[in-house]
């Protein structure tokens, strides 16, 4: 369960620290061998580079949502930390008409540093409701431009603003005495933001990202708000940008609106891209194969480079190495990763994972199985009066069903019945143009998703919808999240013994996009049964299932429910299946509840049989 | 008054040129699902050979067709050289490939070209005005706000009147459907990103003239105005865009001349402010299209 002392903290700590010590260490090893003090720039350029690819990394690749907007937060943290730790008789020779009284203080540079971060924060937190606002989910075209725009606008103020920032010529020149003198302030932060990168990925709130970002209707509807996770990684992820990017400025020891431009996030994203966007480990070896093929190309590019005493000035192909050659690097790179490794050389795998995976878990025994849970009679599911419009068209007229807890109830109809719609009605995905639907007393008319399945209503869906990146385990554990927090005064199964009963023992530690089809939809039900709900919602659960395959879906279906005390509400248009696991049915036609009762009524009823079978009726 | 109808045709002229990019954006947008930041070297590439043409003795009217062609053929081999790679893989993908694209035609001119400016001469009339009672209207502005109007015009009458046209639409609002019906899908992609580099093209003329230059990075402010103004008409709407394009330079120019004089240079941070705006009271942009989300 979550968290586990070892999985969530102790292995991402060590693996922090490891992979710390590598890139700290390689770097160090090349240093040593260069010896020179534009080798040791170099690796210190890097590891402060690699503090603010991991930030980004925490936002990119939790939520999935690309975004350029990030150096733009960096300027704004570049400036605030500029301006900020600059002596004020400097400041009388950059910016003398600094507002808001800047021009006469001066704090000590780990305070510019908070106060920077604090500054960005706030721009961060606007940035996010607007990109909240725009529906951002992973993949989303328009939360990009607007982080693109952010980028824009951050450069653009920099440089119409000389009054502040020194404008696009002079620059700041960060003459508080030294610039970074000393490597430890940038060993400190990238350790923690390492850390931090990591013990997120591992909490409650990055796995609840991670899960919107592999599916957001999905998570929505086990209980997610996606737009809290989003916001919590955005403001983590800014945090640390804006430390890596203060630092930046401390070591180069000035500022210009380009620093913090096109060209650096190009470099940021290409690192965090071929490294593999998913994980901190593939950040962590994106700086290093970017930082080593731009030093190569760079000096590919100089005359006079030779390389085991062959040099390539004269040479046929000199054309190619000339000066600047790094900077088309970065493209070739970017589109190369596209279009053969989307997901970059790492994609998923995370260091930590793979060494508790290997030392960690130990033996595991298969958990006992479960009793079935007494119901909560009280609990009673009821729409009334549902009807929806499309234009002028009448999908739902007054439809209405009740459930009570423990109850199967199927819902059937002929195709155009108007069943997805009352689905969608009753998932908030559409809203009824009249009626209303409750559980107990709690109305749940008008609603969102996630507070639907957080009221007790959790669905599966018709056309699989599984976190694919995610294990077996972890769907599960997504669910027992949302769970723990919005249903804890109900039952909750323990989540490895909720796989074992849905048969998925044996893969529990495969991804859930590797399944079989029967297991997907196995493992369907069994996160949806980890939200201990009241009742669950069955959409199509046996579409794509051969007739064999829907018997035994009956008895995982009722096993499943009875385990967790939840009712069932299930649509299908198998008129075998329905029959065969229902206590009730309802028929749906032309978007009216034509006939209720037991599965014998319902086959007998004459008007049933007519919308059923076609027969006319009159 | 003479003073808002001034900045009005200013506007539409300065808008009429972000909507042919804009419309260009939406086009490839439509068919692909794609937002091509590599919109800009459109321009860019013509831009560099307006430069060579130049200094080869040519005058404008035979650059102007070299612009368009080029445009086109530049469209066409981007598409072929990278994008039809990405074809069908996440928005995520296509996004960084269209970005990638724009580095590397901007650091080759940079590589193999030069970091420096290079000057373009501007066309003998571009400077002139006419008067009409008080006003004095640019006749640059008059020749972009025709043209562009001719140009729409023709691509409607193309999209609403031809085979071509329909089957661009129709794999547009559902590219699998498109497919089953018969419709070709490599043509029709290649139709649009040479109808997207002939709008690029038109609209490069005007932006090169007007620049009278042209860097390595000249690509990157006309992609962004033409990305923003499909945003802002609505992303998957090709009339979106072109309004999209209209308001955005309109916008523009007003607030430059209402601006205080202090703050006019941060025009383009305040132009920017309004469109973060309406995107929170207006997410889906001003033609918003409704999002369906299949379950």
């Known amino acids: 369960m979550f968290p586990s002392l070892r999985r969530d903290i102790g292995f991402p700590v060590i693996g922090s620290l490891v992979m710390f010590a590598v890139l700290f260490g390689g770097g160090m090893i090349y240093q040593t061998i260069l010896g020179n003090g534009s080798a040791e720039r170099l690796v210190t350029t890097m590891l402060i580079d690699a503090i603010i690819v991991i930030g980004i990394q925490i936002y990119i690749g939790n939520t999935g949502i690309l975004s350029f907007g990030h150096i733009g937060f960096g300027a704004v943290a570049g400036y605030a930390f500029a301006v900020f730790a600059i002596s004020p008789a400097e400041k009388l020779k950059r910016i003398p008409m600094a507002p808001f009284g800047l021009s006469d203080i001066q704090v000590d540079p780990a305070i510019a540093i908070v106060i920077a971060v604090l500054i960005t924060l706030v721009f961060a937190f606007v940035v996010g409701i607007g990109l909240a606002r725009s529906g951002a989910q992973s993949g989303s075209v328009a939360a990009t431009v607007i982080t693109l725009a952010l980028l824009f606008v951050s450069h653009e103020v920099a440089k119409s603003w000389p009054e502040l920032t020194g404008g696009n010529r002079g620059g700041i020149s960060f003459a508080i005495g030294e610039s970074l003198q000393s490597r430890w302030p940038v060993l400190v932060a990238l350790f923690g933001a390492l850390l931090v990168a990591r013990l997120y990925g591992q909490s409650r709130s990055g796995r609840l990202a991670i899960a919107a970002r592999e599916d957001n209707l999905a998570a929505r509807a086990m209980g997610v708000n996606p737009i809290v996770q989003q916001m919590v990684a955005l403001l983590l992820s800014v945090v640390i940008v804006s430390i890596g990017s203060a630092l930046r400025v401390w070591q180069i020891g000035s500022i210009l609106p380009d620093r913090f431009f096109f060209d650096y996030a190009m470099l940021t994203l290409v690192m965090l891209i071929v490294g593999g966007r998913n994980s901190v480990s593939g950040a962590v070896l994106g700086v290093g194969v970017m930082t080593a093929a731009r030093e190569l190309a760079r000096r590919l590019g100089q005359d006079g480079f030779e390389a085991f005493g062959v040099g390539l000035d004269e040479a046929p192909l000199d054309w190619i190495f000339r000066e600047n050659l790094n900077s088309i690097v970065l493209g070739v790179a970017m589109v190369a990763f596209m279009i053969w490794r989307p997901k970059g050389i790492l994609e998923d795998w995370e260091f930590d994972r793979w060494l508790y995976e290997k030392f960690g878990r130990g033996n595991e025994t298969k958990p006992e199985r479960l009793s079935e849970l007494e119901t909560i009679p009280n609990a009673e599911f009821s729409a009334s009066g549902i009807s929806v419009s499309f234009g002028g068209f009448n999908a739902l007229t007054e439809a209405g069903i009740k459930a009570r807890g423990g109850e199967i109830v199927g819902i059937i109809g002929p195709n155009g019945a108007g069943k997805t719609t009352f689905v969608n009605v009753i998932t908030g995905m559409v809203q009824p143009t009249a009626g209303e639907f409750s559980i107990g007393t709690a109305d749940l008319t008008g609603k969102q998703s996630f507070e639907l399945s957080r009221s007790g209503l959790v669905r599966t869906f018709q056309n699989l919808r599984l976190f694919g990146a995610l294990t077996v385990r972890e769907n599960v554990e997504i669910s027992a999240l949302v769970a723990q927090e919005h249903r804890s005064d109900r039952v909750l199964r323990d989540t490895d013994a909720l796989i074992a009963e849905a048969g998925l023992w044996d893969h529990r530690d495969r991804r859930a996009r590797e399944l079989d089809y029967g297991n997907s939809r196995r493992l369907e039900l069994a996160r949806a049964a980890a939200m201990a709900p009241s009742f669950m919602l069955l959409d199509e659960p046996t579409s794509g299932m051969s007739d064999s395959e829907s018997i035994t879906m009956i008895e995982q279906v009722r096993h499943m429910a009875a385990t967790v005390g939840a009712g069932v509400i299930v649509i299908d248009h198998d008129l075998g299946f329905i029959t065969g696991i229902s206590d009730r049915i309802y028929v749906f036609d032309q978007g009216q509840v034509i006939a209720q009762g037991t599965p014998a009524e319902v086959q007998a009823n004459e008007i049933v049989q007519a919308a059923y079978l076609g027969t006319a009726a009159h | ?295």
């Open chain 2, 1 to 295: 008054m003479t003073g808002l109808l001034q900045n009005l045709i200013d506007g539409l002229g300065r808008g009429s040129i972000y909507a042919l990019l804009a419309l260009g954006v939406a086009v490839v947008f439509g068919i692909m699902h794609m937002l091509n930041f590599a919109h800009g070297e459109l321009i860019t590439i013509p831009g560099y050979l307006t430069y060579w043409a130049f200094n080869n003795g040519w005058t404008w009217w035979t650059v102007i067709p070299l612009i368009i062609i080029s445009a086109v053929l530049s469209s066409l081999l981007i598409e072929r050289v990278a994008f039809s790679r990405v074809r069908g893989a996440t928005d995520f993908t296509m996004l960084l490939t269209s970005f990638g694209v724009h580095f590397i035609v901007s650091a080759g001119f940079l590589l193999y070209v030069s970091a420096s400016v290079k000057p373009i001469p501007r066309p003998g009339w571009f400077a002139n005005t006419v008067s009409v009672g008080s006003l004095n209207i640019e006749v640059f502005d008059l020749v972009v706000i025709g043209v562009t109007a001719v140009v729409l015009a023709g691509t409607t009458w193309l999209l609403q009147r031809t085979m071509f046209g329909l089957s661009l639409r129709a794999a547009a609002s559902d590219f699998d459907t498109a497919r089953l019906m018969g419709v070709k899908s490599d043509s029709v992609i290649r139709g649009a990103f040479a109808l997207s580099g002939f709008l690029a093209g038109i609209a490069g003329v005007f932006w090169i003239m007007r620049e009278g230059q042209v860097t390595p990075t000249a690509g990157i402010n006309p992609m962004l105005q033409g990305v923003l103004a499909v945003l802002i008409g609505g992303l998957g709407s090709l009339r979106g865009a072109v309004l999209g394009g209209l308001v955005l330079g309109l916008a523009e120019v007003l607030l430059r001349s209402w601006l205080p004089l202090g703050i006019q240079n941060l025009t383009t941070g305040f132009v920017f402010l309004m469109i973060a705006l309406l995107f929170i009271f207006r997410p889906g942009g001003l033609l918003s299209v409704p999002q369906v989300e299949r379950v």
